[in-house]
């Protein structure tokens, strides 16, 4: 009797072992027979002496993934039923949360949604990742988009196309804040505006590639100028005042309207306090430096360069608008003129021809009578 007891002992051990390798052979079993055999294997722990417990190492590991796979699809599931306010309040919080981790306040996020409200908060995130990849802080880019809220419809291929052509002007790394802040139509004026000021710069003004960057960071106005004002500007700093291409660029000289660069260099010329210089460089006096003329204030300029009263400056500058409306005038007279030359010159062209055409009638007139003569005879 205890020796059938022992074998029925071993025959409860080598059912886990079977079973086991069954599982081994064929993978695709299903999930009863691994209940079965861990059923099993409590009955073997059972017929050993133990109690009937289930062990942690025995359960499979796929029993363990599948709540929470159940768990991925119930999440999913639930994303696909939200509705389409719930889905943009949730894009709302995420562009908000990327705004407060690039430094913005929430006073500034606040404002930045009201400009367009019907905007695409994404299209807002992504339009203010390319400015802060430029190298702005978000304060000058808060400016510049609440001066121009057309910034925000650009497409972002479009900004990220010009955002490149800026930095091979030199324009990246922190240089842009005060371009955006003075001229933000940057980003949505024509590539070809741009290249024509880049151009007229480089090919007339014959400035170097490290001082058209320097002007168009320091005098980002110029890129809104018309062309021909433009190169007229140089040409009157050039010629008329004797400033040199550097001096040009330092005094930031092309920012200024050419109405108040005429007004003191001319004022300052006929006190006497201003040369133009020869053809070597040289004057008689002293000039004052551009700054000083150009970058002060009128009240300054009048105390410290020009040494006047605001009086004497008043008369001045409508005596020189009086006398640049009679040149306008005189040219315009002047070309009136020719025109009026031309047209006498014309009237008097076509006389000579109409009285060429009567005397060669004539004269025909003449051949036939004394070829009838002959013709008689």
């Avoid at 079977?18 to 079965?36: D, F, M, N, V, Y």
């Avoid at 003129?337 to 006389?351: H, K, T, V």
């Amino acid at each position: 009797m205890a020796a059938f007891s022992r074998q029925v002992r071993d025959w409860h051990c080598l059912i886990p072992l079977t079973w086991a390798c069954i599982t081994r052979q064929i993978p695709h079993l299903g999930e009863q027979r691994r209940t079965t055999a861990s059923f099993l294997r409590k009955l073997t722990t059972a017929s050993n002496g133990g109690i009937i417990e289930e062990s942690s190492c025995i359960r499979s590991n796929n029993s363990v993934q599948e709540p929470e796979c159940r768990k991925n699809r119930v999440q999913c599931l639930l994303e696909e039923q939200r509705t389409p306010v719930e889905q943009r309040s949730l894009e709302l919080e995420r562009v908000i949360s990327s705004l407060q981790d690039m430094g913005f306040s929430n006073a500034h996020i606040n404002e930045l949604l009201s400009v367009q409200p019907d905007a695409n908060p994404q299209q807002l995130l992504d339009i203010i990742s390319e400015f802060i990849l430029l190298g702005l802080n978000p304060e000058p880019v808060f400016v510049a988009l609440k001066k121009s809220p057309q910034l925000l419809k650009l497409p972002i291929r479009q900004m990220r196309k010009r955002s490149s052509y800026l930095r091979k002007l030199g324009l990246g790394e922190g240089k842009l804040k005060r371009v955006l802040y003075c001229c933000p139509e940057i980003f949505t004026m024509r590539q070809q505006d741009i290249d024509g000021t880049v151009r007229l710069l480089k090919e007339k003004c014959l400035f170097t590639v490290q001082q058209v960057t320097r002007i168009l960071h320091s005098c980002p106005f110029v890129l809104r100028e018309d062309l021909g004002q433009l190169e007229y500007k140089f040409q009157y700093a050039y010629f008329r005042m004797g400033i040199t291409h550097p001096d040009i660029v330092k005094s930031e000289y092309l920012q200024y309207p050419l109405n108040k660069i005429k007004q003191r260099h001319i004022y300052l010329e006929r006190l006497g306090r201003y040369q133009t210089p020869d053809k070597k460089g040289q004057t008689q006096i002293l000039n004052p430096w551009v700054k000083n003329i150009l970058r002060v204030s009128e009240a300054e300029f009048l105390a410290r360069t020009a040494c006047t009263s605001v009086e004497e400056f008043e008369v001045f500058k409508k005596l020189l608008a009086r006398e640049e409306e009679e040149s306008e005038s005189g040219t315009s007279d002047g070309k009136r003129a020719s025109l009026d030359e031309d047209e006498e010159d014309e009237d008097d062209e076509e006389d000579e021809d109409d009285e060429e055409d009567e005397d060669d009638e004539e004269d025909e007139d003449e051949e036939e009578e004394e070829d009838d003569e002959e013709e008689q005879l």
